[in-house]
């Protein structure tokens, strides 16, 4: 597919930028730790499974993040994130394998690496325990990419943004799915795409919102459509990254003392 059509032209030179990069020089193979049993866990000690995002920067927020990777990836467990996110990708979201690296060494839950991945190569390029498809951007190489990367161990959370999407995910033999609240074409967020999106996922898929999650109410508002876990970037790395985690993970427990 032509995945250039229709959207925003800053996620053009993003994916411009990612087909111009190269992957590994070998074959990896890697010893997942399970997303689905870190949900869970979360779940079991009271906690919303959340994935906080190690995002140094991205074309739609304002300023960097300079802090040492290693040291926000800590606090966002010390505040009780189920998983992280690394950005890998450096041109425009200020991420680097090296970064996925030493999070992965220091911490000890599953860690996805969040990079636009459009060919096999490119798995190879770090280790990590989950790995994004967007489904958009793969096309018709969804299902080869999405057996390429459990060949080496990767689990799999395979992005979608609509039911045509969704149900393209499924058919590949997708079982972690992401529901991307924000529209690529014109990088505007809407909470309610989530909603409409999920009641059509078989139940034995684990299903994420993306995006757009940035309040305790957004959580409950996402848990209360589907949501088995959230991925939440800015809204952690804007300010106090340990509060900020906290204030997401307990977000139903404080409902429940409303």
Known sequence: MDAS?????????????????????????????SLPAAFTAAESDGRVPVIAEVKPTSPTTDGERTDDPVALAEQMVAGGAAALSVLTEPEHFGGSPENLRKIREAVDVPVLRKDFVLD???????????????????????ADLLAAARERGFQVLVEVH???ELTRAIEAGADIVGVNNRDLAELE??????????????????????????????????????????LVGSAIMDGSVRENTESLTRAESEEGDT
């Not at 190569?121 to 951007?137: G, N, P, Y």
């Open 162 to 164: 609509d039911r045509e």
């Open 120 to 142: 096999e190569a490119q798995l190879d390029t770090v280790e990590a325990d989950v790995i994004l498809l967007i489904a958009r951007f793969v096309g018709d190489d969804l």
């Open 189 to 230: 967020v809407d909470l309610g795409t989530f909603e409409e999106v999920a009641p059509h996922a078989p139940e034995d898929v684990t299903l994420i919102a993306e995006s757009g999650v940035s309040t305790p109410e957004d959580v409950v508002r996402m848990r209360e459509a589907g949501a088995d876990g959230l």
């Open 5 to 33: 059509e229709e959207i925003a032209p800053a996620v053009q030179s993003i994916l411009e930028a990612a087909r111009d990069r190269g992957g590994g020089s070998e074959r990896l193979s890697v010893e997942a730790e």
